[in-house]
Nanobody, 125 residues
Framework: QVPLVESGGGLVQAGGSLRLSCAVSGRTISIRTMGWFRQAPGKEREFVAAISWTGSSTNYAESVKGRFTISRDNARNTVALQMNSLKPEDPAVYYC??????????????????WGQGTQVTVSS
């Protein structure tokens, strides 16, 4: 098991910023591609961003490119999602997820092995 715990969600005005963090237990984070997903009420869960296990490669959904930045600190077992210029369409529960070790797939396809419980992001207009 690789428990993932998200934090940092909350209420922010449109145009504002939030930084989400995902704390990862276990010793395998350094060999796992990590991703962020979100799910709004009544909608399918959608891919937001992913980062390779070395941190050298990232991928973003078109809807968040240029506004969101994913990063990781393997020494501290954390993955972050910096969200800037938040829009009314960004509110959702945001989930952190971990792929199986050594998977190099940097998108939302296929299966992620572990998921966090999610953190709520609300944007007021």
């Amino acid at each position: 098991q690789v428990p993932l715990v998200e934090s940092g969600g909350g209420l922010v005005q449109a145009g504002g910023s939030l930084r989400l963090s995902c704390a990862v237990s276990g010793r395998t984070i350094s060999i796992r591609t990590m991703g962020w997903f979100r799910q709004a009420p009544g909608k399918e869960r959608e891919f937001v961003a992913a980062i390779s296990w070395t941190g050298s490669s990232t991928n973003y959904a078109e809807s968040v490119k240029g506004r969101f930045t994913i990063s990781r600190d393997n020494a501290r077992n954390t993955v972050a999602l910096q969200m800037n210029s938040l829009k009314p369409e960004d509110p959702a529960v945001y989930y952190c997820a971990a792929r199986r070790p050594y998977s190099a797939v940097l998108d939302g396809s296929g299966s992620y092995e572990y998921w966090g419980q999610g953190t709520q992001v609300t944007v007021s207009s």
